[in-house]
Every structure is written in structure tokens, then in C-alpha cells.
């Protein structure tokens, strides 16, 4: 048995990983016959209490880390914790990304909303081995950039880290991610639990019930865990008064013993824990990304008993098992990072998630056109997402322009004009055959953010400087984020000028002008195709009748300008799908305050509300056009065999019966008919993307498991499924025209309630 060590460079302050990753060290002849348990064991017993105790947060002082992440955030390279060569331990060394490895010249692949919008695992599992694969050419073993996080509400500056509002999308999605990431190296999902808000994270107490937490914002974690999940980061939510790093019920009670998870717990970085006594007792096994409270307290917390030896072990043994685990690959070229078969793999993403919205008469695709006009200030600039820890540093980015123009090189005249000026984008609107308007959000309108007060805020658990240089990272630090005004980073965010980046949206709409250049753009030339860019919800009421056709193009990643123009010239369908849904008015949608200190989240959000308040949305929950049309049929619902753990059966026949090869996204919904509580009027329950050439049928089977319709039972303190009529809905959105349903009854009489096993 051998177990990866990475190569450790020594400087004054830390170890940090090599670039490139080392030859394997070989353990003891002995271990061979041991498992993964045992030799974990083994190890932590032949440690010192000091060995234990380095493995408990980053190597690097809290000073000089502070300084490299205000001078490249995490882009230098991977953050190292626990490196101890003398005893083979390579450590964990933390890389991010949500779309891609952050270092120099990874793959870009779009947003995780935008990828939810393909509703496709597999092709999520494939993003995840090469992330893993890169992650580890950087020097890297965990990536934690699995994104777990609900979209309670679109206005949240991160649901472009999210895969939307469902919990059934979400944990599809993320244990795909899982599986293809830890084919390489350990995959860390975040954040447990309930951040869904980026303006006030750092204060926010979330008011939740235990039907809503257990039903909607917890399932998708546990499906993590299932998967085989590494790490799991926590929130810098208080869940009912209580700070989720410190919150033993939720990490220990639950996580680590009524779910049976085997990996390790995280802080969130720097401020994810308060407390040392209370987060080490609580089950957080690893401070990161540097040393502050763990290294200052946990020493005389453990010699006067206030933190136990075997808690200590605990964690230990943890973090050495996952690298037991999963750290055995081979080697990783740096020379494959961002290689054309990886480029390719970002480009399907990026196709398969735009979302066409509407196409006027089949406008679309293109046509019998000389000439194009592309407007907009998006659609010649990089526009991958936001500019915080997510952000990759890729070798190109094809924009819309630039794929619009290498498509069509020779064929057709490509007139382009940024729209800053109306009235001269008019005037290659007039003499365009069709118009391209890339209109949308970016990076100063939506994403992550730093309050410039943080310093200020968390004063009084900074250490103390331990010499002058130190002393000067602490001065400039508290000049930055000391509360005294803007930081100096963040460029036209929305009206926010007193942080690091944009936060959450103020507004669900477009930004005036681009309403306003819609609007004129369309009166002088009909033949307009709005491609809306950004990282959630936009509302349309207000133009979407003026344009031909619409499209998401979301932030989508290095390759999305090819992408975009082979949708656009029919090359391919589109065939994405939205997860989440659009509303006609903010006002359907869960109230929303940026700057809220205290929230309650119930059962009802997106879809859900919009169902239950009888609401029609602008575009339902799963909702996607394609060039094609598809024919539902012939409906079969097998109910399972037995109750405990077993899986409702759903067949359906479809036929493209249009003219083009397409892809179609069959959903199924379960329907509660005569609920003795408040439930849901349908809910994502099953899905599966299936290509069908055109005047073709395919036979579909989708397997229900029957926890999915489990509800959670306060009094009985568990998920239990009750025995009513189900009706079984599906088709091609939530709200299809041509949907069939077929009503299923469980076993039982209809007022029996049944537990399911845990």
C-alpha cells in the first residue's frame, strides 16, 4: 500500500505543496494488509500531541496569510494544513472553484447555475474528474468547490456558486461533482447549512423549523455524504441562535453520527468558527485557511480537559483517513491543465445550459442571412462570473463576438457595437439582418463580498503581531478593512461602495439602459435575439415581448462564445433547462433584505411558493424551448414492492416529432394528494436528459426512490413517508401543457403513516 506524499518547500513562516506533485512514499511492509481504518488508527496513535495539534488548522501564520490573500486572494497556489513528512502525511491543500481551478490557466467551465441548467449529471461527473485532475497538477488535494448551497432567493449575490432552488437538482448535481472530483483527489461541499445570503453573512441568524430545514435545505448534504464526500465546509450562518461552526447538534449529532459521515469538517475561512472550545467540541475538525483560534487556545484546551484527547484523536484520524482514501492516484501533468480534450468537456457544458426562452415563429436558428449586428458592452469582454474566491485565471475566453465572428468567418458580415451610445447602435441595428443583444449581469453586479468593516467587526479575536512585518500586514489590514470606507476594489457594484465586490442584487431586473436599448433596438429591427448574461434570475415582463427570441447564455465559461454561436446557427439544439423558475414580479417570490441580521426560511420558496399561491410564472421550473418539439406517451407508474427502501418505477415513451435532432430533459414530479400536513403542490422527484433524432421515440425508465417523498415527522424526530395518493407527473417542465399523470397509491391504508428506515 503507498500513500502520496507532497513534496514540502520550507520558508520562514509555513509549508506549502509544491507545484508539481511527488513520487509516492511507501508505508511499512506491515500496513499492507491493513485497511484504510487500521492504518488511520495506527498512524494517530504513534503521533505526539504536537503533531495532532498542527494537524488542527492552516500551516501558515494567520499575518502573513492574511497578506497573501489581500495580495492574490487564492490564486497564488493551494493552502497547505497538516503537512507532516515525517510521518508520510501529505496534508490538505485546499484549492477553490466553483468553475474551474483558480490557478493560472485551468479550465473555465460555466457557472454551477449554468451547469444545473443542463440538467445533466454525467456531464457534471466528467467537469468534476478533470477539476480533480487539475486540482492536482496544481499541487492540490482538495477541492473545495462543491456547491451545496440552495438559491432561496435570486437577489443572493451567489447563486451563481449554486445549482438553483431545488433540493432534488441540487444533490443530483453536487454528488455527480463529488464523484468526478474524487476520482482524482478530495472534493469538500459547502456550506452546512442555510447560506443563502452574501451581504450579511458574517451576522446572520437564520429562523428555520425542522420540517424546512430537514425537507429543503438538508437533503442535498446528506446525499454528499452518501456519495462519499471528503470534507464538508461550514456556514457562517447561526442556525436559531446558534453559529453553525459551534453547532454541535448539527455536526456531530447529526452529520457525524445519524448520517454516518467518515470525513472531516472545515471552517469557513478565517471566521467560520468563534471560538475554539466551542468549534472543537462542536465537530469541527480543521481551522482554515490559517493559524488563529485553534493555535492559540487549543493547547491549554486539551491540557486542562476542556477539550478532550479522544476529540482531538478524532479529528486526526479523520483527516488522515481521507488522505489515506482517496490521495493514491498517479501522477498529474501540468502540461494537460486547460488541454484541448478539457476545453471541450467546458465547451458541451456550456452548450447544453443555455436556455432558449422564446423564438418567435421558429425565428431561430439563423437563416438565410448576410449580415449580423451584435450589441452590447457583454458581448466582447470575458464575462465568467465574479471576481472573488471563485475567480479562474484562464488562457482565453471566447466572448459572443468573438465566436459569433469565427463561426461565421467568410459567410456572413459581423457589424458590432458596444451600445454605450443608442442612437449609433441603431444604426447597425437598421442595416443588420439580425441583431445579437448580449445584455446581463457581471461581476460588478452580483457575487461575493467583504464588508470593508470586517476588521473592525472581528477586532477582538485578531491575533497580536509577533514582530514589525507582522505589525505592518496587521496596520494595512485594518487600514483596508478597518470601516473606514471603500476598499478600493470594487467597480460600480450595484450602488455598493463600502466592500469587496458587488454582494447581493438590489433589483431582479436589467439595468435601465439595457431595457432601454431592447426596447429601441427591437423598434427599428425586429429580427433581435436577446442573449441575457449573468448568474441567476432576471426579470423580462418589461421587454420580453419586443425581441424575436431570448436566451440564457448565464456566465458560461471559456468557450461559451463557441457555444453560443452554434446554438444561434442551429449546428445544435438548445437544450437547457432553468432550475429555477421565473417570476412575472419580485413580489411572488420569498421576501428578500440584503441587509437583514435575522431571517425565517419555511417550505416555501421558488416553484413551491408560486404553486402554492396559485401564481403563474413568466417561465415555470424546468422550462426550456428547443428546435424541436417533443410527443409524451404511453405513461407507466410501478409502485415498489415494499415500503422500506424501495424505488417507484416510472416509464414514459417520447417522440421527437419535429425536424431536428435535439435533446429533451424528461422530469418527473410527485404530486401529495390528501396530506395530513401542508405540503408542496408537486415537487422534482426524478429527471433525464435524452438525445431522440428527429421523427424518432425513445423508451425512458426513471427510478423514484421512495425517501424521496419522505416528509419530516417532529413527533416521531425522522423522515417518514405517509401512505396517501401520489399523483405521478411528467413531462417537459413543471408546468408543461403536454405532461401525463397517472395517480399512485402506496401501500397501506390511506391514514397510516409509515417510518421509513433511517
Not at 277 to 294: S, W
Not at 423 to 452: C, F, P
Amino acid at each position: 500500500m503507498t500513500v502520496e506524499s507532497t513534496e514540502v518547500l520550507q520558508d520562514s513562516d509555513t509549508a506549502v505543496p509544491s507545484q508539481s506533485p511527488s513520487k509516492p512514499v511507501e508505508q511499512p511492509s506491515s500496513t499492507q494488509n491493513l485497511s484504510d481504518e487500521q492504518i488511520a488508527r495506527a498512524i494517530v496513535s504513534r503521533l505526539s500531541r504536537d503533531d495532532k495539534l498542527a494537524m488542527r488548522d492552516g500551516d501558515k501564520a494567520f499575518w502573513p496569510g492574511i497578506r497573501e490573500m489581500m495580495k492574490s486572494g487564492s490564486q497564488s497556489g493551494p493552502w497547505a494544513a497538516g503537512v507532516l513528512p515525517e510521518h508520510h502525511l501529505p496534508g490538505i491543500h485546499y484549492t477553490e472553484g466553483s468553475r474551474g481551478i483558480v490557478m493560472k490557466g485551468a479550465t473555465t467551465f460555466p457557472a454551477a447555475i449554468a451547469r444545473a441548467a443542463t440538467f445533466d449529471p454525467e456531464l457534471e461527473q466528467r467537469i468534476g474528474a478533470v477539476i480533480g485532475y487539475e486540482m492536482r497538477a496544481f499541487g492540490g488535494t482538495l477541492f473545495g468547490g462543491v456547491p451545496l448551497n440552495l438559491m432561496r432567493h435570486p437577489a443572493w449575490g451567489r447563486t451563481q456558486e449554486s445549482y438553483g432552488e431545488d433540493s432534488f437538482l441540487i444533490g443530483s448535481m453536487g454528488t455527480a461533482l463529488v464523484r468526478g472530483v474524487q476520482q482524482h483527489g478530495m472534493a469538500c461541499a459547502k456550506n452546512f447549512a442555510l447560506a443563502s445570503m452574501e451581504q450579511s453573512k458574517l451576522s446572520l441568524n437564520v429562523t428555520i423549523g425542522q420540517r424546512a430545514l430537514y425537507e429543503m435545505y438538508l437533503p442535498h448534504f446528506r446525499k454528499a455524504v452518501e456519495a462519499g464526500a471528503a470534507a464538508m465546509m461550514t456556514s457562517y450562518s447561526s442556525i436559531n441562535g446558534e453559529l453553525c461552526g459551534h453547532n454541535k447538534e448539527l455536526l456531530t449529532q447529526l452529520l457525524k453520527s445519524d448520517w454516518g459521515f467518515k470525513g472531516f469538517v472545515l471552517s469557513d475561512f478565517i471566521f467560520g468558527i468563534r471560538n475554539a472550545k466551542e468549534a472543537a467540541n462542536a465537530g469541527v475538525d480543521l481551522e482554515m485557511p490559517f493559524q488563529l483560534h485553534y493555535h492559540q487556545s487549543l493547547p491549554e484546551l486539551i491540557e486542562t480537559g476542556e477539550v478532550s484527547e479522544t476529540t482531538l484523536d478524532d479529528a486526526c484520524y479523520r483527516l488522515i483517513l481521507q488522505q489515506l482514501r482517496v490521495l493514491r492516484k498517479g501522477n498529474y501533468e501540468k502540461k494537460r491543465v486547460g488541454c484541448a480534450e478539457f476545453r471541450a468537456v467546458a465547451q458541451e457544458a456550456a452548450e447544453k445550459s443555455i436556455v432558449l426562452l422564446k423564438n418567435e415563429g421558429g425565428f431561430l436558428p439563423l437563416k438565410d442571412i448576410e449580415s449580423i449586428g451584435v450589441i452590447g458592452r457583454l458581448a466582447s469582454v470575458a464575462n465568467t462570473g465574479d471576481k472573488g474566491t471563485s475567480d479562474t485565471q484562464p488562457t482565453h475566453v471566447i466572448t459572443p463576438l468573438a465566436g459569433l465572428r469565427a463561426y461565421y468567418k467568410h459567410k456572413v458580415d459581423i457589424w458590432q457595437d458596444r451600445g454605450q451610445n443608442i442612437n449609433r447602435a441603431l444604426q447597425i441595428a437598421k442595416r443588420a439582418d439580425a441583431v445579437v443583444l448580449v445584455v446581463g449581469n457581471d461581476h460588478s453586479s452580483e457575487g461575493e463580498w467583504v464588508s470593508a468593516s470586517l476588521a473592525a467587526q472581528f477586532h477582538g479575536v485578531l491575533p497580536q503581531p509577533r514582530n514589525r512585518e507582522e505589525a505592518q500586514i496587521a496596520s494595512q489590514f485594518l487600514r483596508s478593512f478597518g470601516g473606514g470606507g471603500s476598499t478600493g476594489k470594487s467597480e460600480g457594484s450595484s450602488g455598493i461602495k463600502d466592500g469587496y465586490g458587488a454582494g447581493d442584487r438590489s433589483s431582479l431586473r436589467l439595468p435601465p439602459h439595457d431595457v432601454e436599448l431592447i426596447k429601441q433596438v427591437c423598434a427599428v429591427n425586429p429580427n433581435c435575439i436577446v442573449v441575457v448574461m449573468g448568474g441567476g434570475t432576471i426579470l423580462m415582463n418589461e421587454w420580453e415581448d419586443k425581441p424575436a427570441a431570448i436566451l440564457l447564455h448565464w456566465y458560461p465559461g471559456m468557450e461559451g462564445g463557441t457555444a453560443l454561436a452554434r446554438i444561434l446557427s442551429g449546428e445544435i439544439s438548445p437544450s437547457g433547462r432553468l432550475p429555477f423558475v421565473i417570476p412575472r414580479r419580485e413580489s411572488d417570490l420569498s421576501d428578500f433584505d440584503r441587509n437583514a441580521r435575522k431571517v425565517i426560511y419555511d417550505l416555501w420558496h421558488g416553484y413551491r411558493k408560486l404553486d402554492k399561491d396559485d401564481v403563474t410564472p413568466a417561465y415555470p421550473f424546468g422550462f426550456g424551448l428547443s428546435y424541436s418539439q417533443f410527443h409524451y406517451s404511453e405513461l407507466e407508474v410501478s409502485r415498489p414492492e415494499e415500503l422500506m427502501g424501495g424505488n417507484i418505477q416510472v416509464q414514459v415513451s417520447v417522440a421527437n416529432i419535429g425536424q431536428v435532432n435535439s435533446e429533451e430533459v424528461v422530469q418527473v414530479y410527485i404530486a401529495p394528494k390528501g396530506s395530513a400536513v401542508e405540503r408542496a403542490k408537486q415537487e422534482l422527484k426524478g429527471f433525464q436528459r435524452v438525445p431522440i433524432p428527429a421523427g424518432e421515440s425513445r423508451r425512458v425508465t426513471i427510478t423514484v426512490p421512495i425517501e424521496e417523498l419522505a416528509i419530516f415527522d417532529g413527533d416521531r424526530n425522522q423522515m417518514v413517508v405517509e401512505r396517501i395518493l401520489y399523483d405521478v407527473i411528467v413531462g417537459g417542465s413543471s408546468q408543461a401543457p403536454n405532461s401525463l399523470r397517472q395517480e399512485l397509491k402506496l401501500f397501506g391504508e390511506l391514514d397510516e403513516v409509515a417510518e421509513l428506515v433511517e
